[in-house]
Structures are given as C-alpha cells and as structure tokens.
Nanobody, 123 residues
C-alpha cells in the first residue's frame, strides 16, 4: 500500500521541542519534494516548509524560520521536521505531502498526503 505516515506528534510544554517524521510506505521519497503543512482548529491549512530532493528548503511561513528545520534521510525514506521553541500557536495537526515535481510548489497538487499527527503545545 502506497502511503505517507507522519509520527512524532504529542503534547509538549511551551518552549519545548518535537521532531516529526514523515515516512513513506510502498514507494521511496528519493524523487519527491516533501511538504509540511499544518491546520489548527478552526483555521485554514497553512504551509510550513518544503524540501526538494536536492535538499533545498523553502519556508512558506517566514515566521517559522529559525524555529523549524526540515531535513531528509533518503536512505531511510524519511523527512523530518524539527520544531523548537514551540508555543501554543503551533498547536495543530501536521501533515506531510509528496510531490513528484522538482521544485517546491505551494499549489497543493501533490501526489501523496499523510493522515497527520497532532501537536499540542500547552502547559
């Protein structure tokens, strides 16, 4: 079965860190650009960051630069989102998506989507 699976979400206190993972099943991520999105309760989905197969990253939300870092390990067919300095406004379901095009396109016309992982930042 071809799918993306996110993991690593959970409950964290303000100022804490989490590392999310996006792993593929049934295909390898090597030739895909991988995007992270998030959707908070009652809000529209928001693009976070994207990484191409050449490891170039594009942040869709500039305010997250310096706190969130995307990386990929193609040997493990996994993309990571390291999140530091978390605050309650970061509470959301985080999704990853795979795009077979070479660049980072913010049009949501992607090949595969994961089911999401919940991140809750609360004291």
């Amino acid at each position: 079965q071809v799918q993306l699976v996110e993991s690593g979400g959970g409950l964290v206190q303000p100022g804490g860190s989490l590392r999310l993972s996006c792993a593929s099943s049934g295909f390898t991520l090597d030739y895909y650009a991988i995007h992270w999105f998030r959707q908070a309760p009652g809000k529209e989905r928001e693009g976070v960051v994207c990484i191409t197969k050449s490891h170039s990253s594009t942040y869709y939300t500039d305010s997250l630069k310096g706190r969130f870092t995307i990386s990929r390990d193609d040997a493990k067919s996994t993309v990571y989102l390291q999140m530091n300095g978390l605050n309650p406004e970061d509470t959301a379901v985080y999704y990853c998506a795979a795009d077979a095009r070479l660049g980072c396109y913010g049009d949501s016309l992607y090949d595969y989507w994961g089911q999401g992982t919940q991140v809750t930042v609360s004291s």
